[in-house]
């Protein structure tokens, strides 16, 4: 049976990858998209309710830099997540390939196996049927021979 290894992604096994991959994982939640659609809402608002101290007036401009910020590294992230699961997949893929490659030879194996075993009972078949009229001839002889005698 194959070994199974633990998955090196594109950063190898390491701490950073499996965060990067949690942390891209968790970008597609509806936690994550509620969270941000409620820190969006109060940030506008925020800034236009403002009175003194607006420290990003419309256009947003700084919450425009933000997301670009994020998207700059979400992006790349949830790019990785999909190579490693494409790395994960492919090697579950190979594992299967392995397992039915040893379901097929041990198919194999046990279908030569029961071919022999009734070709010799067919070859024992054979041999009791030759035996069988062996006996039966002797049994005659046998018998024609006291018939003899006692006549």
Known sequence: MPQVRRHRGAFGDDAFGRRAEAL???FGTPEYIVAQ???V???IVLNSLAVISKWDPYPFILLNLAFSTQAAYAAPLILLAQTRQADRDK???DMIDQRHTLLEESADRQTREIIELLNSNTSLT???KELTEQIATLTREIHAVLTKRES
């Open 24 to 26: 891209a994982r968790f």
């Open 126 to 128: 054979r041999q009791d």
């Open 37 to 39: 659609s409620v820190v």
């Open 91 to 93: 090697e579950h893929g």
């Open 41 to 43: 809402v109060i940030w």
